[in-house]
Every structure is written in C-alpha cells, then in structure tokens.
C-alpha cells in the first residue's frame, strides 16, 4: 500500500499558541488531502478537504479561519491550529488519495494544549 | 448524504473463532466500500476494499461480501488471532467517504 507520514507525530504546546502538522505522501502523487479529527473510542471526524492548489473545503462546523490548511504541492498538506486551545486537544489524522478513491492514511498525530 | 451504520460496536472472539463486522450504508449511488484496521494510537490502516461491481473479495483470512440490493456489506475474518484485536471502520464512498463508527474487536488467547 502506499506510505502516507506525518509530522510530528505528538506535540504539547500552550494555549494561545498555533501549531502546525504536516502531512506528506512518499511513494505517490495525491491529487486529494483529507484531515480528519479523531476523540477517543469515536470514528473519524473529517474536517476538511484539499486538493493541490486551490482552497480546502471545510465541513460544516469546522471554522477555516482556525483550521488553516496549505496544500502547496501533491506530496504535502499542512494543518495549522491557530490559537490553539484546550478543547482543541485530540488526534488528527491525514489522509491521502490518488484518483482512484482509495484513502491512506498517516499515522497521526497527538495534540495535547495545555 | 452517506449514512453508514457499522455493527456491533465491540466484538469479542476467542483465537481461532470468525469474526463478522457488518455494515449498512443509504447512498445507492455508493461504489467503493473499504475496511480499515486501526490498532491504538495509529492511523487506520486499509486491509480489504471491494467496488460495487463485485460481490466478495478474499485476501487469505480476511473476506469482504457487499449486497448492494440491501445496501449492506460485511468484513470476515477466518481463524483470527491477538494481533487481529483493534478497532476496524467500514467506509462507504461514491464522491465522499464516510465511515462507521468502528467496531472494538478483541480475540482471546
């Protein structure tokens, strides 16, 4: 299958603090990026998606403005947390696709605001 | 939109027993349903997929089975083991996916 990372894989900031999560397809080209926010014992939450070179679509709920994401190429997405707080502390996992539908997904990564 | 509706939500098996995962989904225009494996604290990681035009697909202990007149596909696994214990999504897909909301699977030695 195809190896999708991300980076980094925990981080702990403070509130008020913007952190930001990459997310990077090795070994293909994605021409689609998802983020999806995870709590615990509960499915994927998707937030939003992106494709290479043009504005994220946000899901309903999910404020942009807090939620930057940057897909500068097809090979990396980022996803920024501005103003980080508390309630934003969870697992945030990205994904990534070729045209043919089928999602690979990064390892995660753990934010913990204090 | 999508729906999907997984069952049951925990699962537990002894070594060796079969397991089945079902899933419904309400988006008959839905063409593409795969099955996910997340062990703690990882992504999920895809194991079996099928497309609307097939009916079962098998990878050694693992089988998948979709009914599209029901709306309904299921995940099997034969002579399962520890290592099978984690959580598993389905997903339903035709322009977005959507997922279920997993199924704890826990196989006793």
């Known amino acids: 299958g195809a190896v999708v990372s991300q980076h980094p894989s925990w981080v702990i900031c403070k509130s008020g603090t913007s952190v930001k999560i990459e997310c990077r397809s090795l070994?293909?080209?994605?021409?689609?990026m998802f983020w999806y926010r995870q709590f615990p014992k509960q499915s994927l939450m998707l937030m939003a998606t992106?494709?290479?070179?043009?504005?994220?679509?946000?899901e309903q709920g999910v404020e942009k403005d807090k939620f930057l994401i940057n897909h500068a190429s097809l090979t990396l997405s980022t996803l920024t947390v501005t103003s980080a707080h508390p309630e934003d502390s969870s697992f945030y996992i990205c994904s990534a696709a070729r045209r043919e539908e089928t999602q690979y997904f990064g390892p995660g990564t753990r934010l913990l605001v204090l | 939109g999508e729906n999907v509706e997984q069952h049951p939500s925990t699962l537990s098996v002894q070594e060796g027993d079969s397991a089945v995962i079902k899933c419904t989904y309400s988006?008959?225009?839905?063409?593409?349903f795969p099955w996910y494996k997340q062990e703690l604290g990882k992504g999920p990681q895809l194991i079996i997929d099928i497309r609307s035009n097939v009916g079962e697909k098998k990878d050694q202990r693992i089988a998948v089975t979709l009914n599209k007149t029901a709306k309904h596909f299921s995940l099997h696994i034969t002579e399962t083991q520890p290592e099978d214990s984690a959580v598993y999504f389905c997903a339903a897909s035709q322009a977005d996916m959507r997922f279920g909301a997993g199924t704890r699977l826990t196989v006793k030695p």
């Open positions: 070994d293909f080209q994605a021409t689609t």
């Open positions: 992106s494709n290479e070179g043009s504005k994220a679509t946000y």
């Open positions: 988006d008959s225009a839905s063409n593409y």
